[in-house]
């Protein structure tokens, strides 16, 4: 099958792959669209991420979207000419965490188009993808492959917003503009936060944060305005999705006293914290790691209409332009979610 296979820091190759046939509980889905994820853009720009290195040339992808064209012997809900998207991570189902319904805690977890496998998985940057059966969520006919392209990085930001528990009626605050913090905006809004404040030092995720929900907007840069924010009363909760020191610091100044942080965005390995302010506020900080049991309240989310999913989609670029499409999610210029299509 064709593919574009990543073979070194900005060594993007479209080559030929063996195409694996799908076992008795899987299927093989025809990738129809794709999108270009931060780690996505990370492997191509380093070929890693933080400890996760390629041990072999990867395709990476893993927010896909397809139609069905093959299915094991013991697949029972799914057929062929299905429409469909996936969770990409694959855990175990054996320990302790996965026998708690913790699953994105998985210490076996296996990810798609990541070096986080070894052996490596093949991503969606390719003809055809092969997923488990239980895996798979069928996409009616409200939802096009754009929409179910989403549903993965959608489920990054719900998962975050339902580890903080309640946001309505509250003071909400999400540092960092990007794909993860546009998506958190999304779900917190359809789940009743009313009173949100995005802050990126960028203008155009403040503006376009600003046409889709939020109604403040910021540049956490400024001179003071952290400060200033916290002798405003500060806010409830805060979801922290830049990935930037400056970013999860900022959160903590923020935070109103008794306030909830939650880390989505993934930080070095050390990092400098005021960190007597989780006392001092009694402030309570969760992590959020992927997701775990979301993909149907998010697919529920945009067939209500509570999220307009493809106003997230900043671009579409056909598969044969994999690199054009590349450079333009690495450029960050006007971009939310750039994504690729096959016909």
Avoid at 157 to 185: C, F, K, P, S
Avoid at 297 to 319: E, Q
Wanted: net charge neutral; hydrophobic share 40%.
């Amino acid at each position: 099958m064709d593919a574009y296979v990543l073979h070194g820091p900005g060594d993007l190759r479209r080559e030929k792959r063996q195409e694996r046939k799908p076992g008795a509980d899987e299927v093989l889905i025809d990738v129809k669209r794709v999108g270009i994820c931060g780690s996505d853009i990370h492997y191509y720009q380093h070929f890693k991420i933080g400890q996760f290195i390629p041990r072999a040339p990867l395709v990476l992808g893993h927010e896909f979207a397809g139609l069905v064209v093959e299915v094991g012997s013991e697949v029972k809900n799914v057929k062929i000419g299905d429409r469909v998207t996936a969770e990409p991570s694959i855990e175990c189902g054996n320990c302790r965490y996965c026998r708690a319904g913790r699953y994105n805690l998985c210490t076996n977890l296996r990810f798609m188009g990541t070096a986080a496998t070894i052996p490596h998985i093949d991503g969606g940057f390719a003809e055809r993808v092969v997923v488990p059966e239980s895996h798979c969520y069928i996409l009616d006919d409200s939802l096009d492959y754009g929409a179910g392209a989403m549903i993965e990085p959608l489920a990054v930001g719900a998962n975050g917003v339902m580890r903080a528990g309640t946001v309505a009626g509250n003071r909400v605050l999400i540092v960092g503009g990007g794909t993860i913090g546009q998506m958190v905006l999304g779900v917190a809004s359809a789940l009743g936060a009313t009173d949100i404040t995005l802050a990126d030092p960028a203008e155009y995720p403040r503006s376009f944060a600003l046409s889709h929900g939020a109604g403040a907007a910021i540049d956490p840069t400024e001179t003071g305005i952290a400060e200033k924010l916290f002798a405003g009363g500060g806010f409830d909760v805060i979801f922290e999705a830049s990935g930037a020191p400056a970013g999860l610091s900022f959160a903590y100044t923020t935070a109103a006293r008794g306030g909830r942080v939650v880390q989505i965005g993934t930080q070095p390995d050390s990092v400098n914290l005021p960190a007597n302010l989780v006392m001092s506020k009694e402030l309570t900080v969760f992590g959020s790691m992927r997701y775990a049991h979301v993909y149907p309240m998010v697919l529920d989310l945009i067939r209500s209409g509570k999220i307009a999913v493809n106003d997230l989609i900043s671009a579409v670029y056909p598969y044969e332009k994999m690199q054009e499409a590349m450079d333009r999610a690495v450029s960050k210029d006007r971009v939310v979610k750039v994504q690729v299509e096959r016909k």
